[in-house]
């Protein structure tokens, strides 16, 4: 009976992000059109919060059924979705801030690289601190990461569209935009470069693995800049095949791997 249900449940997991993206999709669509019926700016916070949180959360449970979630626990995960859209945001906007005002401008570069590195500051603490972490939960602490600092992000895109445009209209373009994006931006990029420093403790070669993990990076700055400093949709849409392809790759390798416990060293200072 077991053996038969088995297939069953790995499949639901697998579907599971579509459940998340029609429900989050309908939720929207009902919140706009009772905040159109009702003029109840009171369901405006609702709406943003849904047009910015669906597809980067279908996204993480996508990745979660393909079986590279399956050495991680709720709370890491948890934590790297706060502490990457709160602490992520807070740290990029004030370097930024602090960047700009004493070169007079901040260069797309910058902008690439400040972002990216707040993101990591979450999943590197997790990896210092976590006692029985795992190799493949690096790729999903990433995604998780990169999902909550573009929720936060996008929220606040959706408000400044609603400030600049004073159009709900506006709002709905600036979220519906954003959300066909994310999965080709913050959350990949975060969750390839955070899958290759998570696999620096496990790997045979460390000096390699410390390489790939800063070619990661770097990538990942690169095509942050060239999407924010590239005003073309050929390019974008270029910069968000590679990045997908890139993601799909680390989870279809992340799936394949056998579950692997903590490095050695963490096993014996335990």
């Not at 849904?50 to 393909?66: E, R």
């Not at 948890?78 to 960047?99: K, P, Q, R, S």
């Not at 005002?101 to 400040?114: F, K, N």
Request: charged share 10%; net charge positive.
């Amino acid at each position: 009976m077991t053996l038969a249900a088995a297939p069953e449940h790995r499949l639901a997991r697998r579907l599971a992000w579509i459940g998340v993206l029609v429900v989050g999709i309908v939720a929207y669509i009902v919140v706009l059109r009772a905040l159109v019926a009702t003029e109840n700016i009171n369901f405006f916070p609702t709406l943003i919060l849904l047009g910015s949180v669906t597809v980067p959360l279908a996204v993480l449970v996508f990745a979660w059924g393909t079986g590279a979630g399956l050495g991680s626990t709720a709370g890491p995960v948890l934590v790297a979705v706060l502490g990457g859209g709160i602490i992520g945001t807070v740290t990029a906007g004030i370097w930024e801030y602090d960047t700009a005002r004493q070169l007079g401008a901040l260069p797309v570069i910058g902008i690439g690289l400040i972002e990216e590195f707040a993101k990591l500051i979450v999943p590197l603490a997790l990896l210092a601190v976590l006692p029985s972490r795992r190799q493949q939960s690096g790729v999903i602490i990433g995604i998780a990461a990169g999902m909550g600092f573009a929720t936060l992000e996008t929220m606040g895109y959706g408000f400044t569209a609603l400030l600049q445009a004073r159009s709900l209209a506006a709002v709905d373009e600036t979220l519906l935009l954003r959300a066909l994006l994310v999965p080709a931006g913050h959350v990949a990029w975060t969750g390839v470069t955070v899958a290759a420093i998570w696999r620096i403790p496990w790997a045979r070669h460390r000096g390699r693995a410390v390489v790939l993990a800063v070619l990661a990076f770097l990538l990942a700055v690169i095509l942050h800049a060239c999407w924010d400093g590239i005003n073309s949709w050929v390019v974008h849409i270029v910069i968000g095949v590679i990045s997908i392809a890139l993601l799909l790759i680390v989870l279809h390798r992340t799936h394949r791997q056998a579950p692997a416990g903590p490095p050695q060293s963490a096993v014996r200072a335990g």
